[in-house]
């Protein structure tokens, strides 16, 4: 069976790891692709920094600092006061020494005439990931944020600098209208058994993959059934903030809020199916009625046998989907 993720950063990549690690356990699962966020993506200091890539790069290569949540393991920051010091990066925003070779070696890479696509590739070489990674397009559509007042400032600035307090209007992605999707993203998207939605941020996170014109018909064209995972779990944000980014859309901090937001693909949108916490179980049957057959089952990722259970609860739910398809 071939999986493929759409995934944003930290949720993204503790949800790849684990369909990896179910991967293992279960032995039938041949290719997992992992189709990336790049809204997060901006120039500094002269480098291409991609947080969520980077996220589910370090986190799949043993390499992420787990205490922190985000980063190399054992990172130092010399670079970094250097940087600041010369006023280069903003006080708000390290680079770490170790990350910063990564952003550098992309860079070359980048400016060499590689696609991002390419560099991805090459990226992933490195170390036995067991998951293959897409930028989900090659083209720019850095995230923007357009807060009350009518500031409008690059994603980072919002989501680090201000730890997305500033009250967001909108989200914008500068370039979007002439972006598409990358072809490895797309071929991922029509060669998978199943396609499961990370449970990542809806908004800045999932929100600019489909925002990509071409990606959500190539979603609604998938041959496999679209399985999504709730990263609200009673109506609070686990680990994020993704209620300050659902607020800014109008959606309500809530599972069933997010998947009726996401739409059933029956019906023009994304899901075939979705999967809440156990604690918001009682959504389950209007769901089910608006076209988004729902199963309740544990949320939490907080190991290797809790995030490969989870994988396996989204895989299992698809298989239902696709019996139930068959027989209608
Ligand atoms: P980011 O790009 O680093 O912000 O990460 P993502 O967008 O991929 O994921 C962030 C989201 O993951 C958070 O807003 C949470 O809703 C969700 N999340 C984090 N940990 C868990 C978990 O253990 N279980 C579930 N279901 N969701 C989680
Ligand atoms: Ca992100």
Redo the contacts with the bound molecule.
């Keep these: 069976m071939k999986v493929t993720v759409l995934a ?3 949720g ?1 990549a503790r949800f790849a790891r684990g369909v990896r690690e179910h991967a293992r356990r279960s032995g039938d699962i041949e290719r997992i692709d992992v189709v990336v ?1 790049t ?2 993506d901006w120039w500094l200091a002269g480098v291409r920094i991609w ?2 890539h980077d ?1 589910l790069l370090y986190t799949l290569a043993g390499e992420n600092d787990d205490e922190r949540g985000w980063g190399r393991r054992g990172e130092s920051e010399r670079v970094a006061a250097e940087l600041q010091a010369w006023g280069v990066t903003p006080p708000w925003f390290t680079l770490g020494d170790l990350d910063l070779g990564t952003h550098l070696a992309r860079t070359a890479w980048l400016r060499a005439g590689e696609t991002p696509s390419q560099v991805a590739r090459r990226l992933g070489t490195r170390w036995d990931l067991g998951v293959t990674l897409h930028p989900a397009t090659d083209d720019e559509i850095d995230t923007h944020v357009v807060v009350e007042g009518g500031d409008r400032m690059h994603f980072q600035e919002w ?1 680090t600098r201000h730890r997305a307090s500033l009250p967001a209007i909108r989200f914008e992605h500068a370039g979007i209208a002439k972006a598409s999707p990358a072809p490895a993203a797309l071929a991922a998207i029509g060669a998978a058994d199943v396609v499961l939605v990370a449970p ?2 809806p908004v ?2 999932i929100g600019p993959i489909l925002a990509i014109p071409g990606m959500r018909d190539a979603l609604r064209r998938a041959p496999a059934p679209v399985v999504g995972v709730s990263g609200i779990i009673g109506g609070a944000a686990v680990r994020g903030m993704a209620d300050s980014c659902l607020a800014a859309i109008g959606v309500e901090t809530d599972a069933a809020a997010v998947a009726r937001h996401y739409g059933a693909r029956s019906r023009g949108g994304l899901l075939d199916g979705w999967l809440v916490a156990e604690e918001d179980a009682a959504s389950g049957p209007a769901l089910t009625a608006d076209g988004i057959p729902s199963v309740a089952v544990p949320l939490w990722m907080r190991d290797a046998d809790t995030s490969a259970r989870l994988a396996a609860d989204a895989l299992a739910h698809a298989s239902t989907l696709r019996a139930d398809a068959r027989r209608a």
């Design positions: 944003g950063g930290v993204g966020n809204g997060d947080p969520d996220s989501w990542s941020n800045v996170s």
